[in-house]
C-alpha cells in the first residue's frame, strides 16, 4: 500500500504539470502560478493529477477575456476580483473549487455518467439565461476536447 501511495505520489506532480503548462501556454508564466495557487487551495492532493486538467480545459474552453477567464460570473468571484484587484486568480480559484465541490457530489451520487457531462449541467447550463444565442451545449464537448488535449500532451 505504501508504495502505491508513493508512486501515485510521485506520479501526481508530473500529470498535474501538463495542466500548469497549458495554461502557461495559454496566459503566460504568472497566471500559471495564480493557477496553480488555485489548484492547491481548492483541489485536494488526492485529486489535482484528475482534476487539474478538467480546470485547465475548462480555461481554454471559455477563453474568456479579464474577469472572465474561466467563466465564473457569480456575485462571490466578483466581490474577490474587486477585493484583490485581479480577476485571474479568483477566477481560477472559484472554477477549481467549483470542479472540486461537483466531484464531491458526483462521487456522492454513484457516479451517474462521465464526470465533466455531470459537471456541465451545473457549471454550463443548457438553457440558461445568461445564455441568449445557446453556445452552452457545446461546453461538455469542448472541456472533453481540451481535457483529452492537456493529459496527452
Excluded at 7 to 16: E, F, I, S, T, W
Excluded at 63 to 83: F, I, S, T
Excluded at 110 to 115: A, L
Excluded at 121 to 139: F, I, M, Q, S, T
Aim: overall charge positive; glycine content about 8%; proline content about 4%.
Amino acid at each position: 500500500m505504501r508504495t502505491l501511495l508513493l508512486l501515485l505520489a510521485l506520479a501526481c506532480p508530473a500529470l498535474a504539470d501538463h495542466a500548469s503548462d497549458a495554461i502557461r501556454a495559454k496566459d503566460g508564466e504568472a497566471a500559471a502560478a495564480k493557477f496553480e495557487d488555485a489548484i492547491r487551495v481548492n483541489v485536494r492532493a488526492d485529486l489535482r493529477a484528475e482534476l487539474a486538467p478538467i480546470v485547465a480545459a475548462i480555461r481554454h474552453a471559455e477563453n474568456g477575456k479579464a474577469g472572465r477567464e474561466y467563466g465564473v460570473l457569480g456575485a462571490g468571484v466578483k466581490r474577490d476580483m474587486k477585493r484583490k484587484g485581479d480577476t485571474y486568480r479568483p477566477q481560477a480559484g472559484w472554477c477549481a473549487a467549483t470542479v472540486q465541490k461537483t466531484y464531491d457530489r458526483w462521487v456522492k451520487a454513484g457516479k451517474p455518467g462521465d464526470f465533466i457531462t455531470f459537471l456541465g449541467k451545473r457549471y454550463c447550463p443548457v438553457g440558461a439565461d445568461n445564455d441568449p444565442n445557446g453556445l452552452n451545449k457545446h461546453w461538455v464537448r469542448n472541456v472533453k476536447h481540451w481535457t483529452k488535449r492537456i493529459n496527452n500532451d
